[in-house]
Nanobody, 115 residues
């Protein structure tokens, strides 16, 4: 079965950078649509980035130009490079795998952007 484990979150100052990783176990990683979403207190879940099996990427306007999603099929890992972080980026970040039956996501990793 598919299992995802996020890592790389933490506390960072505004303007800083952070790289999140998500290791995906099980299944056929190279065929998956993968992505990241986040949820902050008082806000609805926001899909921020996705990468398709062919490498095409899509970003939410809120992170476009600052975040980069990538995948390493050999390592079965999806990354989210976050630059120029803002306090409003503070949230729990989750990676997900899109499957026919629905998305599967990990437990999340906390990102806090604060001075």
């Amino acid at each position: 079965q598919v299992h995802l484990v996020e890592s790389g979150g933490g506390l960072v100052q505004p303007g800083g950078s952070l790289r999140l990783s998500c290791v995906v176990s099980g299944g056929l990683f190279s065929t998956y649509q993968l992505g990241w979403y986040r949820q902050a207190p008082g806000k609805q879940r926001e899909s921020i980035a996705r990468v398709y099996a062919d490498g095409m990427t899509i970003y939410a306007d809120s992170v476009k130009g600052r975040f980069t999603i990538s995948r390493d099929n050999a390592k079965k890992t999806v990354y989210l490079q976050m630059n120029s972080l803002k306090p409003e980026d503070t949230a729990v970040y989750y990676c997900y795998v899109a499957l026919f039956a629905g998305n599967i996501w990990g437990q999340g990793t906390q990102v806090t952007v604060s001075s």
